[in-house]
């Protein structure tokens, strides 16, 4: 199981300038989340945080691995992803989202929790179709496709042109 306050990035004490993170997200992560969509995956995240006066730029490039099941053949595969993301972290009087991208926070606020982002970004880099690479499916299903059933075979040698 992940350690949960690794993903706390410190807020108000974090010094003005750029400062990198690097997390490796495993099995452990992912079995964290409620409702996981993915259950198995090794990503590699590295964060890049500009601190201002009033603002945190949060810059998240992804890449890695997760497991899902294949569209066509329902076998399960490691789907390679890559993403970039920003999110801003405003320093203002009210808790509150401003947007996706945008979060409003306490200037006083010790540490934010960036771990929903990043399973979401992992989560939005997985493409809508998911399929093995070309000639990657499971072969039974490629096998069932070859055969034709014996009942329609005799369909083949009718000659259409013959009148």
Request: aromatic content about 8%; charged content about 30%.
């Amino acid at each position: 199981m992940e350690k949960k306050n690794e993903f706390l990035i410190p807020v108000s004490g974090l010094a003005l300038g750029s400062h990198s993170y690097q997390y490796e997200i495993n099995d452990g992560f992912f079995a964290g989340m409620d409702y996981s969509e993915v259950q198995q995956g090794r990503v590699t995240v590295k964060l890049d945080i500009d601190r201002q006066e009033t603002m945190l730029t949060l810059h998240f490039d992804l890449a890695g691995t997760v497991r899902v099941p294949c569209d066509r053949c329902a076998d399960e595969f490691d789907l390679p992803i890559e993403s970039q993301q920003q999110f801003f972290i405003k320093l203002g009087t009210e808790n509150a989202e401003e947007s996706d991208e945008v979060a409003v926070v306490s200037p006083d606020l010790n540490e934010y929790d960036i771990r929903p982002l990043v399973y979401e970004y992992i989560i939005l880099a997985i493409p809508m179709h998911r399929v093995h690479p070309e000639g990657q499916c499971m072969p039974a299903e490629e096998e069932e496709t070859d055969t034709i059933d014996p009942r329609w075979a005799a369909l083949k040698d009718i000659d259409l042109n013959d009148k």
